[in-house]
Antibody, heavy 112, light 110 residues
């Protein structure tokens, strides 16, 4: 069974950093594009980042230069390093395998 | 603001057909495949339709998708109470070089 499990969320002060993890199982991790998507409280879905099977990365302007997506194929784990966090980054962060399978999400709250 | 526009809400009685529109442009829907996601209350999104009109295994055939030019549509025929959810379209945008989601549509079963 394909599974994705996010972790690493929590409360962080503005300007701080946080690293999210997404542990994958049930499929050949290296063969699929993986993405992060977030959802602010009561709002819609917002794409955050994608890493292709070939390792190419993409970001929207809202997080470019602050967030970094990476993966450890040996650990079947996807990461999102988030720096210079702002209040507007507060959201539930989901990881997704090729858009077809999603994790349950992890909540990030940026507040002083 | 999203570049893909959906109506905020749609509704129908059980058994009715409901459609949700998704309006974009030549840089996204016009030149990319469209996916649709369903998000039930309090849960993670789920892929409902991929590649404009394909259903993943396990998705009932009362859900269907279509695309024409720079717009796409999701149709739910034979509406059921368990279909009450938020629905999002999405596509790759070549100008933004990124993935874009629609504004989302809340479907209510009356």
């Amino acid at each position: 069974e394909v599974r994705l499990l996010e972790s690493g969320g929590g409360l962080v002060q503005p300007g701080g950093s946080l690293r999210l993890s997404c542990a994958a199982s049930g499929f050949t991790f290296s063969k699929y594009a993986m993405s992060w998507v977030r959802q602010a409280p009561g709002k819609g879905l917002e794409w955050v980042s994608t890493v292709t099977s070939g390792g190419r990365t993409y970001y929207p302007d809202s997080v470019k230069g602050r967030f970094t997506i990476s993966r450890d194929i040996s650990k079947n784990t996807l990461y999102l390093q988030m720096n210079s966090l702002r209040a507007e980054d507060t959201a539930v962060y989901y990881c997704a395998k090729n858009w077809e399978i999603w994790g349950r999400g992890t909540l990030v709250t940026v507040s002083s | 603001q999203s570049v893909l526009t959906q109506p905020p809400s749609a509704s129908g009685t059980p058994g009715q057909r409901v459609t949700v529109s998704c309006s974009g442009g030549s840089s996204n829907i016009g030149n990319s495949i469209v996916n649709w996601f369903q998000q039930l209350p309090g849960t993670a999104p789920k892929l409902l339709i991929y590649s404009n009109n394909q259903r993943p295994s396990g998705v009932p055939d009362r859900f269907s998708g279509s695309k024409s030019g720079t717009s796409a549509s999701l149709a739910i025929s034979g509406l059921q109470s368990e279909d009450e959810a938020d629905y999002y379209c999405a596509a790759w945008d070549g100008s933004l070089n990124g993935y874009v989601f629609g504004t989302g549509t809340k479907v209510t079963v009356l």
